[in-house]
């Protein structure tokens, strides 16, 4: 059906050719037009019927459509008109070259109506294609049948316009997220947050998908908790260097050594973010990264850990259940037990330079000397953990942060961002994607 509908093309075609023969004879002017009349009746009975599918659709333009096709009427009605004079004058044996010159421009017209209504509906048609094309994708990769198909499309299309952006974006976010593990019914759930995510802090599809699977490796398993955890990272990243976007680049890169790092839970993402904060103001973002990871690396073979510990004559098990019991979770307790080693065995000399970077690897050799290369395993985690342990009140700060200070701190961000004349220009185009993607629908 999509190709008996590109009104544009097969409408300017025919009437371009009809009336170039037309030009060389007024009678074969007459016959042809008498067809191109018809032939315009029949594809606009057509182009009726479509836009009566058209309607039971919800599309806010449906109206403009109308307008089209009221205007084809009208030049099928002045053809019609022409015709007949036409007819009459050359009975009466009247000059013809004033007729000819009003053929040329009702042709005219009559063609710039036809690629005018063809345009958009050929355009209308490629956007739907596409559209279902990436469904389709979505459909085969997580073994959804026809309906999940619908509903997952729906919740996209919803998405996209709510968070400004565009179709092919929120549907490669979610294809992303449903290969991640997350069932088709939690992707509906949070289309719209991730749509959002990628408007305010300027991420892309790939990012904020990957933060929310990093989230979902901890333990979040709805939308609420979703939010409460962008909100949080939102809100750390706004108190220093080591900026909201950065935040959820950072866990997106990092999903699975946290994942591996056997971390869980809401509060595990705070310490995390704080975490990455304070290290920022010592290391530089870079190097907080680099840190952090690594730290997360030691942990993930916690029996590896303890026979590096009781090399150095620590034990390991008694320690960490100690700290535990002071109400360190596994992370913090990992570095604390690192710091008290630190403190214990190293110089205040060594620590100053171990703080700085350890540039000659000096110090990071004694601790590897001493047996805790399985711990301190390059100068970044080193670093990272006496960084964190010298800044306690910061980071205690940060990570213990109540949700009464950081709800609502993604949508402040978000109504911030979409109040710019670019994200306006892309709401504008998702409406024009939305009403492209329901008529091609109905003429596929």
Known sequence: MANEFLVGIKIGAAVSGTFQAAFAS??????????????????????????????????????????????????????????????????????????????????????????????????SVMVAADFEEQLRDIRINANLDAAQEANIGKAIREAATDGAQTYGAVAGGVNELMKGGITNHQAESYAGLMSRTMTALKADSATASGAMLAFHDMGISDRDGMQRSLDRLVYIGQQGQFTPQMMVQAFAELGDTIKEAGLNGEKSIGELAAGLQVAEEAMGADGARAGQASWLQSMANPTRIAMAYASAGVDYSASMAKLHNQGLSEYEASIELANAFIRDKLSTRDQQALLAGDRDGRVLAMLQQMGLGEVFRDPNAARYALTIGRNKDRYNELANIGEDRTAGSLEKVFDLRKDTFQQSLNVFKNELTDVGITVGTVLL
């Open 26 to 123: 007024v009678g074969n002017t007459v016959k042809k037009l008498n067809r191109v009349t018809d032939d315009l009746r029949n594809r606009q009975t057509r182009l009726g019927t479509v836009m009566a599918k058209a309607m039971s659709h919800p599309v806010r333009n449906i109206g403009e459509l109308k307008k089209q096709y009221d205007s084809l009427g009208k030049s099928i009605d002045a053809l019609t008109q022409r015709q007949e004079r036409l007819t009459a004058r050359m009975a009466r044996g009247k000059a013809l070259s004033e007729q000819r010159k009003e053929l040329r421009g009702q042709a005219m017209e009559t063609i710039g109506t036809g690629f005018a209504l063809g345009a958009p509906m050929a355009k």
